[in-house]
């Protein structure tokens, strides 16, 4: 027999012998099926063609190389379709199927009742693109609708149950016990994706035969099960039943305290029949929908709890051992408490008794820790005494104290250091396509001042001990939701407006950087148009706060025209000082025989004529510039593509050109040349200047003494 029947253990990774293929009267796939007993298939109501005398079981996991092919036929009185209620919650869709002839017994597997949510499940279908079967991966996560069925994820998008897969059993991965069969595999309009099992206790109630093939004890004790006597109208305390049926809804609160003295034949029924109701097997048509003891608000969805221990007379180690066995937790040879602390195992609990157990704080101890691991906690005591006081300081207001001042230094960090960084933030750049956040800030602040009114009223109350006072005290769900709202808001807030400061500060250094290429460009000429550009785009990074977009727009403006302009009448130009209207032409600094073009640096009064500065190929001849170490070199200013004039020249690695030479002008991405200037270690000028001590002119101008000129002129004395 496979896992959960007794027999020895299956490899994760072989195809499970009771996996069932089952195929209509017509051939196709019809779904899946689970071979329980040598003749009973456990499927989907959905899957069987009641119009069909026979369908046809496959068992694709049989030994040997062939397929086995067996007729199956309804159980006429194992046939639950699916329903939906009022609310279009599902119910029931499981079936039996008879095998007309029987299979070994070593094929079948055995039902097991486990605690479902978080479980990481495997299910073994047959979509029509693997129709040999296909595991698919996934991992329980809760309680769906009020027949207790738990949605499953998929472990990835691929692995969604897909038809085929319906009836399909669900194996539980730890363990291999088979724990549900797959009802369906859904995509929402919002293209999420997801698949339901009912779970072996919703099946049991479905198909009470079944518990002859099912193990594992029931989720809930024998003495907290409702009784013949439980139904009287009497016997329900109403608004105990509706607190207990909110907790098992999950109202939001972890834990929950209430005593129930022995003789309180009403609370004690209410408390039997909340736990029945909530339970998937035990809760049966008859036992809802009772216009008498069913008030609104009082009936619990199935599946509300997971294990319900009756604590009277019993060990902490035996209650331990109780949680641990509906966990699935293996290793039973190391103490349960050490076993389900490894595990961090989640569920919901029910403890009734906690005061009559045989060693009371030993069962505080365990219920601590599973409270620590984000277990959810009905206890129920006799009496309001020591045990009582002790198990709400230390489960309840304890926790919730320390809860409470987490979030209030959670929201001390939102309003203060938090904020503060928005502040500055918003005080350099505005924001922009970011959403206020002034109301956020409100609701911080307003939940902040709750919080401390609500810890001075508990000190107050309590005498310094934490006591909740009288009424519901602050809902720490909502304003922990809120603080992660705010926080993370305030904290996109904040990065998106240090990506605009440090967009703002890069759009600075470009305008500077374009500023002193263009003023080089000039020569120290004036030109009032450009010059209103980057006034405007200088003053716009200035302001505060700066709005960057209008900065990023009056930057662009400048910089294209100083592009343009250094293109057009500057000294930068492709392969030389100037292209139409540049210094020079071809190979020199002018034309055939001179400087300039058409209204460049020269013409009929430009840098040469007939015994200008240029040769064909020297920028100097006898009287020129330069000759062995004058300004020319091969052909151009520099070498290859450099503006360099050699040692003494204008400039070599560190003269006109970067490194890597000008490309298209005179300077690198900022200037004229090097880092500061023109100038090399001889060269034409000082930092920011042509001229150096003996070089071509003063700071601003071409010409000194005998230089090129005046300050906006080419000539001087006996300049050219």
């Not at 499953?152 to 969604?160: D, K, R, Y």
């Amino acid at each position: 027999m496979a896992a959960g029947g007794g027999g020895p253990a299956v490899s994760p990774m072989a195809t499970p012998s009771w996996a069932v293929r089952i195929r209509g009267a017509d051939g196709e796939i019809a779904g899946a099926g689970i071979l329980l007993t040598p003749q009973w298939v456990l499927t989907c109501a959905h899957v069987v063609d009641r119009t069909a005398d026979v369908m046809t079981a496959e068992f694709v996991g049989a030994a040997g190389h062939g397929v086995p092919a067996v007729p199956a036929r309804l159980e006429r009185d194992a046939y639950v379709p699916e329903t939906l209620d009022a609310d279009g919650d599902p119910s029931g869709d499981v079936a039996l199927l008879r095998l007309e002839r029987p299979r070994p017994v070593g094929e079948t597997v055995r039902l097991h009742r486990l605690s479902a949510p978080n479980r990481e499940v495997r299910m073994y279908g047959f979509p029509y693109e693997h129709n040999g079967g296909i595991w698919f991966r996934a991992t329980a996560v809760g309680v769906c609708g009020r027949d207790g069925q738990v949605q499953l994820i998929p472990a990835s998008p691929g692995e969604l149950a897909s038809p085929g897969c319906s009836g399909a059993g669900v194996a539980d991965s730890d363990t291999g016990e088979v724990i549900g069969m797959v009802l369906s595999g859904q995509e929402d309009r919002h293209g999420n994706r997801f698949s339901f099992m009912s779970p072996v206790e919703t099946i049991v109630r479905h198909l009470p035969r079944l518990d002859l093939v099912t193990t594992g004890p029931s989720a809930v004790d024998p003495q907290l099960r409702s009784t013949a006597d439980d139904i009287l109208p009497e016997l329900l305390d109403r608004p105990f039943a509706q607190r207990l049926a909110a907790w098992l809804r999950d109202d939001g609160s972890q834990v929950k305290i209430s005593v129930v003295r022995h003789g309180d034949a009403a609370r004690e029924a209410t408390l039997r029949r909340a736990i029945t109701l909530a339970d998937r097997e035990l809760r049966t048509p008859v036992s809802v929908d009772r216009a008498s003891l069913d008030p609104p608000g009082t009936v619990p969805s199935a599946g509300g709890h997971d294990l319900a221990v009756y604590a009277e007379g019993r060990t902490s180690a035996g209650i331990a051992e109780r949680i641990a066995e509906r966990l699935g937790l293996p290793h039973p040879e190391e103490a349960p408490l050490d076993r389900i602390r490894a595990a961090r195992a989640v569920l919901n609990l029910v403890v009734v008794g906690v005061d009559e157990a045989v060693d009371p704080l030993g069962v505080l101890d365990l219920l601590d820790v599973l409270r620590a691991d984000g277990s959810r906690l009905l206890l129920v005591l006799r009496t309001a005494g020591d045990c009582h006081r002790r198990a709400r300081e230390r489960l309840l207001t304890g926790p919730e104290r320390a809860r409470r001042a987490r979030l209030v230094e959670r929201l001390k960090e939102i309003t203060g250091p938090l904020a503060e960084d928005l502040r500055e933030r918003l005080a350099a750049v505005a924001p922009q396509g970011m959403r206020p956040l002034d109301s956020d800030l409100v609701a911080a602040h307003a939940a902040l001042a709750d919080l401390l009114r609500a810890a001075g009223a508990a000190d107050q109350d309590g005498e310094g001990h934490g006591e909740a006072a009288p009424g519901p005290g602050p809902d720490l769900a909502r304003y922990e939701r809120l603080a992660d709202r705010v926080g993370g808001r305030l904290t996109a807030g904040v990065a998106a407006l240090d990506r605009l400061r440090d967009r703002r500060d890069e759009l600075a250094g470009r305008l500077r950087s374009y500023q002193v290429m263009h003023q080089h460009s000039l020569r120290g000429e004036e030109d009032p148009a450009v010059d209103g550009l980057y006034l405007r785009a200088h003053t716009l990074l200035r302001a505060r706060p700066c709005d960057v977009r209008a900065a990023e727009a009056a930057v662009d403006a400048y910089t294209r025209r100083v592009d343009g302009h250094t293109g057009a009448t500057g000294p930068a130009a492709r392969d030389g000082y100037g292209a139409r209207d540049g210094y020079g032409a071809r190979d020199g600094h002018g034309a055939r025989d001179g400087h300039g073009a058409r209204d460049g640096h020269g013409d009929g009064d430009g840098y040469g004529s007939g015994d200008g500065r240029g040769v064909r190929d020297e920028h100097g001849g006898e009287d020129g510039r330069g000759a062995g170490d004058g300004h020319g070199a091969r052909e151009v200013h520099g070498a290859q593509d450099r503006h360099g004039r050699g040692d003494d020249g204008r400039g070599a690695r560190d003269g006109y050109g970067a490194q890597d030479g000008h490309e298209d002008g005179y300077g690198s991405g900022a200037a004229y040349g090097p880092r500061d200037g023109y100038a090399a270690r001889d060269g034409d000028g000082p930092r920011d200047g042509y001229a150096a001590r003996d070089g071509d002119g003063p700071r601003d101008g071409y010409g000194a003494r005998d230089g090129y000129g005046a300050r906006d002129g080419y000539g001087g004395g006996d300049a050219s």
